[in-house]
């Protein structure tokens, strides 16, 4: 399995505030992902990135700001965290290490309750 | 617009039988799809997947059945295992994209 880890697990923010959460990938995957689960949403995307510097939208993008300067690290930003975006988040990376570049792999999850 | 849909959010089976998990899909040009199971406070993880230029494709207890003229998926399991216990999403691609669109899940519950 993909080597992902995702800091912090678990974190309780008050509206208003900004958050950043981070994903850490070592397997020099080329894609990474960010999602937010939502009961009877699935998983939706959010942002994604192709390369270190190059990130687009998702279908659930408003809100949210990404940033990878590092092909292993990839940061999603609440600027100012409202309620709606209480959610459980997973970063995901595919790519070039000798497995299918559409088969995802997924971190554990970071659970954002926003007060 | 879900163009990928489960519509079962749950599904109970005896330990034994046969598990089957639908998926269906609206936009005709995916051409690859994927399972993901997931567990409680994990990650969800890679559990199989198809082309659409094939109609089964099996991996042990794991076959999954693709229907392009009917636009729909299923996941079978055979036979189910209480560790089968999960909520399962199907995914799908688009050609030359990197992008999944993933189903809402469905709750597997194997009863012992």
């Known amino acids: 399995d993909a080597g992902i880890t995702q800091s912090p697990r678990h974190k309780v923010t008050e509206t208003g505030t900004p958050v950043t959460l981070r994903c850490h990938q070592t397997?020099?995957?080329?894609?990474m992902y960010w999602y937010r689960q939502d009961p009877g949403h699935g998983l939706r995307l959010i942002h994604y990135s192709y390369g270190v510097k190059d990130t687009d939208k998702g279908e659930v993008s408003d809100g949210y700001s990404v940033s990878r300067s590092k092909t292993e690290d990839f940061l999603l930003t609440l600027e100012s965290a409202t309620s709606s975006q209480t959610s459980v988040y997973f970063c995901a990376s595919a790519g070039t290490s000798g497995r299918r570049a559409y088969e995802q792999y997924f971190g554990p999850g970071t659970r954002l309750t926003v007060t | 617009d879900q163009q990928v849909k489960q519509n079962s959010p749950s599904l109970s089976v005896q330990e034994g039988r046969i598990s089957i998990l639908n998926c269906d899909y609206t936009?005709?040009?995916?051409?690859?799809f994927l399972w993901y199971k997931k567990y409680p406070a994990e990650g969800p993880t890679f559990l199989i997947s198809?082309?659409?230029?094939?109609d089964k494709n099996e991996d042990g207890r794991f076959t999954v059945f693709l229907n392009k003229s009917a636009k729909h998926l299923s996941l079978h399991i055979v036979p189910s295992q209480p560790g089968d216990s999960a909520v399962y999403f199907c995914?799908?691609?688009?050609?030359?994209?990197?992008?999944?669109?993933f189903g809402t899940g469905t709750r597997l519950t194997i009863i012992p």
């Open positions: 936009n005709s040009m995916f051409d690859y």
């Open positions: 397997e020099n995957h080329r894609y």
């Open positions: 995914a799908a691609k688009r050609p030359l994209g990197e992008k999944l669109t």
């Open positions: 198809i082309s659409s230029i094939k």
